[in-house]
């Protein structure tokens, strides 16, 4: 039986995580794969990127980092993709590969990846052409598979959305509906196809051209238990949890509310417009004030949940992973969007931890909130929290 995988998306970042970590099952002579690559969004600029995929000697990724400490440094030559497809130019092609080959399905398309074509919403998804959306994409490709007594799938999105499987199964599930298609072929959707909720997490921090990518060592893929649902592979990268939560308020309420504060001081202080994470805190006053923002308020909000020793053991991997010698992680993209960032990062830990019996207090956090709000709301704003974590300083 085949264990080919079809991967919906050619980042960097699934050339660095899902590709990678299928390659090294592969070289421990796991039975998984090759890959598929399908471009979906039909993006011009990549097209050199498309037609480099699936060469015999495969693709660099370097991975380069802290590690316990320590710089390390190493470059594995990433063989598992054997075939690039463009949707545009390919689909049947695709709809080929998808009826019998495919055993998992893969994907990420960026933050806007699940907003669904209004076109896509009609019979004429079922027609045969290619839908315009990812979701419509999924669906006509489920349906073609339906139709040829596919065998059972396993859906593994792995964009950035909270629940990832759950929206993208509900975004299916309604293009089904919309499109008129059979009773038949809902019921098998929800009997054949699972659509699991993954959690992944790595910084890919640049792209090698044509196709290759620098990264992090760290490195997590968390995918949700379900009735049915194996791991495809094993590799230390790759967890199966009863509850992604904890995985998932690790990243949001640490690794990136840290980002989230420190771009915070960079856009209220003045700092240098090219100013990296690394070089931030080489300012040892800086460096100060974020260890005591984890110390003070963001651990104790953990153990507010019985967390304190795995909010620890992340704070000691995320400083690592901030002081990468060789990872260039401008503030300015941190930046972008902050209030939402302020919002979902900060904001959420408080929601989250006010709930709690023993939950700390949270000067800074708060300011840093009170100050985006009243920005928001049109208000005069606080004072900047700098002033706020020397008080709290010195005042321990």
């Known amino acids: 039986m085949s264990r080919r995988i079809v991967q919906f998306g050619t980042s960097r970042f699934l050339q660095a995580h899902v590709d990678l970590f299928v390659h090294e099952a592969r070289e421990a002579g796991q039975d998984i794969g090759p890959i598929t690559v399908v471009q979906a969004s039909g993006a011009r600029e990549r097209a050199g990127r498309v037609a480099a995929f699936g060469r015999p000697e495969g693709y660099p990724v370097i991975i380069r980092g802290m590690v316990d400490g320590v710089p390390s440094e190493r470059t594995v030559q990433v063989r598992a993709v054997d075939r690039c497809l463009r949707a545009a130019a390919d689909w049947p092609a695709v709809k080929a590969l998808f009826a019998a080959e495919v055993a998992i399905v893969v994907s990420n398309m960026g933050d806007a990846g699940y907003q669904v074509a209004p076109e896509d919403r009609s019979p004429a998804l079922l027609s045969g052409a290619m839908p315009l959306s990812f979701p419509g994409k999924l669906t006509a490709l489920l349906h073609h598979r339906w139709t040829q007594a596919g065998a059972p799938l396993t859906v593994l999105p792995c964009e950035l959305v909270n629940r990832n499987g759950e929206v993208l199964a509900a975004a299916v599930r309604e ?104 070089a931030i805190l080489a300012d040892a006053e800086i460096r100060a004030r974020l260890d005591a923002l984890y110390e003070r308020e963001v651990v104790p909000g953990f153990a507010a949940h019985g967390m304190r020793a795995e909010a620890r053991a992340y704070v000691a991997v995320t400083l690592d992973r901030f002081r990468n010698p060789f990872l260039d992680h401008h503030i300015a993209d941190i930046a972008q969007n902050h209030g939402v960032k302020v919002e979902r990062r900060i904001g959420a830990f408080l929601d989250w931890i006010t709930v709690r019996p023993g939950a700390p207090a949270t000067p800074v956090l708060g300011a840093i909130l009170a100050r985006h709000r009243a920005e928001r709301e049109g208000g005069a704003s606080p004072p900047h929290p700098r002033a706020t974590m020397v008080d709290a300083d010195e005042k321990v």
């Open 175 to 278: 293009l089904a509906s919309a499109s008129g298609a059979p009773a038949a072929f809902e019921a098998w959707i929800e009997e054949r196809v699972i659509f699991a909720n993954t959690l992944v997490d790595r910084i890919v921090s640049e792209p090698i051209e044509p196709v290759g990518a620098v990264a992090e060592p760290y490195a997590l893929w968390a995918i949700e238990r379900q009735p049915g649902l194996e791991l495809p592979f094993i590799h230390p990268a790759v967890t199966i949890t009863d509850d992604l939560e904890p995985f998932e308020r690790l990243k949001l309420h640490i690794l990136n509310l840290g980002h989230t504060a420190l771009a915070e001081t960079w856009m209220c202080e003045g700092r240098p417009a090219g100013e990296t994470v690394r």
